[in-house]
């Protein structure tokens, strides 16, 4: 299996390396949390969904919700999206993304929040 290897400072205290899976899961959430435009050099990188918190979370809302995580995990070549489910809730928007790791069996549901009093899109 191919191992990927990367580096995380956020909420590290020692140990900042990440491998595999926890490094795929950190780069999602990074894309996430980037807004479109703001990486220099990639103008298309990062997702729309913050734009999507104060509409109506009418079935319209819902499937343009599902088709940006698609469009934000499809620029990384190591998973897999096969599902994608979005749920309004107080303070936010809950996605549930179940994933598959390319070339691999490994699978995992992952819960994404998407905080709209902090702008912060977190794993619970």
């Known amino acids: 299996m191919t191992t990927f290897i990367g580096f ?3 909420n590290q205290f020692k140990k900042f390396t990440l ?7 950190r ?4 894309a996430f949390n980037i807004r ?7 103008p298309e990188y990062g997702s729309m969904i913050w734009d999507y918190l104060f509409e109506n979370q009418v079935e319209g809302t819902q499937l343009a919700i599902q088709q940006e995580v698609q469009r934000v995990a499809g620029g990384d070549p190591r998973i897999f999206i096969s599902d994608v489910q979005a749920y309004p809730q ?3 928007i ?12 490994n699978a995992e549901i992952l819960n ?5 009093e902090t702008r912060n899109a977190t794993y619970v």
């Open 90 to 92: 107080e303070n936010g």
């Open 27 to 30: 780069d999602l959430l990074n």
């Open 112 to 116: 994404i929040f998407f905080n709209q």
């Open 8 to 10: 995380n400072t956020i």
């Open 36 to 42: 479109p435009g703001s990486l220099p050099g990639r």
């Open 94 to 105: 809950l996605i549930e993304v179940q994933l598959t790791i390319i070339n691999t069996s």
């Open 19 to 25: 491998t595999d899976f926890e490094l795929i899961k």
